[in-house]
């Protein structure tokens, strides 16, 4: 029988009514439930001993509320504490409620930035941080032993009451105490917000509204459907903040994604912003302008351009798997000024170890109030003092037929990429060759697709277009 409950980086997701269907909820929820009183009733687990209270999250999506409430039935039945948020709560807001309820877990069911017919079951731990992989997996073996013993569900009783909260007001205020909201008001920038139908409503613009900040904020209402685009705010996502900006002569435009752990961010200018800048930029403020000491956290395909401008500085740089729990882990050992990653996710010192949307905006709008100059300008200096880097990822399709024997050859390791010999082969996550002058390239095969996901990094645009060529070939040669 085919695993239909399988774990990736940030959860189980599946299509509504195909494969996140109720029968398939309640093997992931009792997984879950089975998994977590193993945990409490070992001796070694730092939640053994303690009131077993696990909070439950929604996204804005489809059927959110129902299938959180129907998870949180079968935790009741299971003998825990349940604690339900009282509407679409964003991953990071969910994320600090653990803390400060001293809640040993929480289920978000959210599919985050995916298409509206997506829905997902993520599991959070005790520190806040999201489940890791050894976690997962164990979930996963649980829910096969369901799905293959003769077992049948037929439904159960939900007249019991489930407690709701409001994550918002402490979670609001947290966030106010980790960036200067005043500044900003009194900087006069005007700042565009687009929520996207996402769990971020009200959340990032609230903030700012209540500070007396100049806003203008877009669909900040529910729409499960997200206009039928993935509400992801990448550059064709915040098109139409963008249109607004331009015209009204803003200073920056900050977007979320659905369960608002990711950003994106649009210059002045326009400009959007890629996660590796704004990674960088948030280093520069926080060092700069804040003060912060401590160490950097990067995924294997993040550029290293945050490391070029911590090397500045002596400040150490670690390299993780692919997933911010790996980031998370980092965070949970030792001070980390900001951990982030290519995808669009981060946090930082003195918050929790899990993505946040809503502070990556607000540090931005933060910098530029700080500095009265643009994202671009800033990035612009920095760059005088480490480089250019052109960074970018690429789908390359490959012959089924050959991938396995693509993956044999790249972890067999390859001595050149192109014309430019390998320096390092780096099989952390995949497969990574460095290259001189600080370029690179990473491949990770698709574990749903036909692809390779093809991650570059070069130090002009005509090296860039070179390597691209390079690995295309490369992988169109078994």
């Known amino acids: 029988m085919d695993p239909i409950i399988t774990f990736g980086t940030s959860g189980w997701r599946g299509i509504i009514a195909d494969t996140f269907t109720y029968h398939n909820l309640h093997i992931a929820s009792e997984a879950f439930a089975k998994v977590l009183i193993k945990e409490l009733n070992s001796s070694k687990s730092p939640i053994h001993g303690r009131k077993p209270l696990v909070l439950v999250g929604y996204d804005a999506r489809f059927m959110g509320p129902l299938f959180a409430r129907h998870t949180a039935h079968i935790l009741l039945k299971n003998g825990f504490e349940v604690k339900m948020v009282d509407r679409d709560t964003p991953t990071p807001a969910l994320a600090f409620s653990i803390l400060r309820l001293k809640a040993i877990a929480a289920v978000n069911i959210t599919a985050s930035h995916n298409p509206p017919a997506y829905s997902g079951f993520k599991v959070s731990l005790w520190n806040g941080a999201g489940a890791p992989a050894e976690w997962t997996k164990a979930v996963e073996i649980e829910a096969g032993k369901l799905r293959s013993a003769s077992w049948t569900w037929n439904g159960f009783s939900q007249s019991a009451r489930i407690p709701t909260f409001d994550p918002a007001p402490t979670f609001l205020a947290r966030l106010a105490k980790l960036v200067d909201l005043e500044r900003i008001a009194k900087s006069g920038i005007i700042i565009g917000v687009d929520a996207m139908h996402g769990a971020g409503r ?70 959007w912003l890629t996660p590796n800048q704004i990674l960088t930029l948030v280093l520069h403020h926080l060092t700069r302008n804040k003060g912060l000491k401590g160490s950097v956290v990067r995924t294997v395909p993040t550029s290293h351009q945050v490391q070029a401008l911590a090397e500045l500085t002596g400040i150490p740089v670690h390299e993780t798997p692919v997933g911010f729990k790996y980031i998370a882990a980092i965070m949970e050992r030792e001070k980390v000024i900001v951990g982030g990653e290519e995808s669009g996710g981060l946090s930082i010192q003195n918050h929790i170890p899990e993505k946040d949307g809503i502070l990556a905006c607000l540090l931005m709008a933060e910098l530029v109030a700080t500095e009265s100059r643009s994202l671009g300008a800033i990035l612009e200096d920095i760059t005088g003092k480490i480089g250019p880097f052109f960074t970018s990822r690429i789908n390359i399709p490959v012959d089924p037929e050959l991938k396995d024997q693509l993956i044999s050859k790249l972890a067999a390791g390859i001595d050149q990429i192109g014309s430019a010999r390998v320096l390092e082969s780096v099989s952390k996550d995949g497969y990574k060759f460095l290259l001189p002058d600080s370029e690179w390239v990473a491949f990770r095969a698709s574990g749903t697709e036909p692809v390779f996901r093809c991650y570059i990094e070069a130090r002009s645009e005509s ?16």
Do not use: V
Request: neutral net charge; aromatic residues 6%; contains cysteine.
């Open 202 to 271: 009200g959340y990032l613009s609230r903030l700012l509204l209540e500070a007396g900040c100049r806003i203008h904020a877009i669909r900040e209402n529910l729409n499960p459907s997200f206009e039928g685009r993935n509400p992801e705010p990448d550059i064709d996502g915040m098109a139409q903040i963008r249109d607004w900006m331009l015209k009204n002569k803003g200073h920056l435009a900050l977007g979320l994604d659905g369960d608002a752990d990711r950003f994106g961010i649009l210059d002045s200018d326009g400009t």
């Open 463 to 478: 090296n860039f277009r070179k390597l691209e060529k390079a690995c295309k070939k490369l992988l169109s040669a078994a």
